[in-house]
Every structure is written in C-alpha cells, then in structure tokens.
C-alpha cells in the first residue's frame, strides 16, 4: 500500500488561501498523488486559542504526526502585514522539536498566499514562509516561468509560489490564471515527490 501524501497545510480567514490549498490539491491528486488537506486554530492576539480543539466542519486541525507522516508538504498563509498570518505561525514555532529532530530534511516544499491587494506583501510572505522549510531541511519549488500563466496573469502568481489577489476581482475566488498556476504548481510538486520517492 502506498503511503505517500502531500500535505497542504493553510490558514485561510477569507477563503482565499483555501481556494489555493484545493487548487494545489486538484493539481496533486491529477498526478495520482494523495493529498491531506489542514488548517489550524484561529488564534487571538493574546495567543489564546479561540477556536474548539477540534474544528466543528471543513478542514481538520494539522497535527505533528501529519507533518512527520507527510512525503511532502505545501504551506499556505495570507499576508498580514508582509508576514504570514499569526494563527499559522503560533503552530510552526511549535515544531522545533521537528526541526531538532531532522523530522522534514529534504522532504519538497511549496509556499502559497493571498493579499487583499495587489503588492501588498505577497513576495515577502513567501519568502518567510521559505525560510521556515529551508530552516528545516525541506527541498523548496517556486513556481517556473515554464507555466504560460505566470506571464499572462493580471492578478496573483509569483515565482516563488502561487497566490491570489483578492482585489482585483473583491472575490476570494480564484481567477483563472491563478487557479492554473496553484494547480500546475501541485502537480509538480507531487511529481517530484514520487521521482524522489521511488
């Protein structure tokens, strides 16, 4: 029985950024990889949980095991002042434990956001989400130029990794450029995990 998963794990607040997740998924799961789909707890700002341990529909909360378990793993935010969103980063810096223990090393990575307007920090938010996979070990994909739709896109699509501009339509739907660069960059990704996996 084949075990491998991609794990894309995401915090969305508008439906954005989990518009991106299923894309990627979409992508992945077309390729015959199997896909685990994750979020987080919504935290308040005094990094008190405000959300049920377990979540009451959608998505399920991402545990440690899923993150160990994972042949690959797909990491979404949207942009909160150039940075990821703290919901998602209050669970990331819980994985030193992970990162001490070499638990992601060379396991590929994707990153993917959303802004509410075009340049409002989406090249920055990757990059820290980057930084977190390069601090574990993982082997990162950006988003190549070999996709037609990055050079045709009016909205989000950066080469660093999917997104979404929320403005340029005021919808957290994807527009279609966005929806096939989010879905071209699963496939890959779930590509190089099976060559590496093999």
């Known amino acids: ?11 969305s607040a508008s439906g954005s950024t989990k518009n991106l997740a299923h894309a990627i998924a979409d992508g992945a799961e077309e390729s015959g990889m ?13 990094t008190e949980k405000i959300e049920p341990s377990i979540p009451k529909e959608d998505e399920i909360y991402c545990s440690k095991e899923d993150l160990i378990e994972c042949s690959g793993l797909a990491i979404g935010s949207p942009t909160r002042f150039g940075s990821m969103a703290s919901s998602l980063k209050y669970f990331l810096d819980s994985t030193g434990d992970l990162w001490a223990t070499n638990q992601l090393v060379d396991k590929p990575g994707l990153a993917f956001t959303s802004t509410g307007s ?33 050079s045709k896109t009016k909205a989000g699509g950066t080469p660093y990794g999917p997104s979404h501009v929320e403005s340029f339509n005021s919808s ?27």
């Open 1 to 11: 029985m084949d075990k491998r998963f991609l794990l894309i794990l995401f915090y």
């Open 34 to 46: 199997k896909v685990k789909i994750r979020t987080v707890p919504k935290i308040s700002s005094n």
């Open 118 to 150: 075009m340049h409002g920090g989406q090249e920055i938010t990757l990059f820290n989400l980057i930084t977190y996979m390069l601090h574990h070990g993982m082997i990162v994909q950006g988003t190549p130029y070999s996709f037609n739709e990055l």
């Open 172 to 198: 957290s739907q994807l527009t279609p450029h966005e929806y096939q660069i989010a879905k071209k960059s699963g496939y890959r990704l779930a590509n190089q995990i099976i060559k590496m996996t093999e």
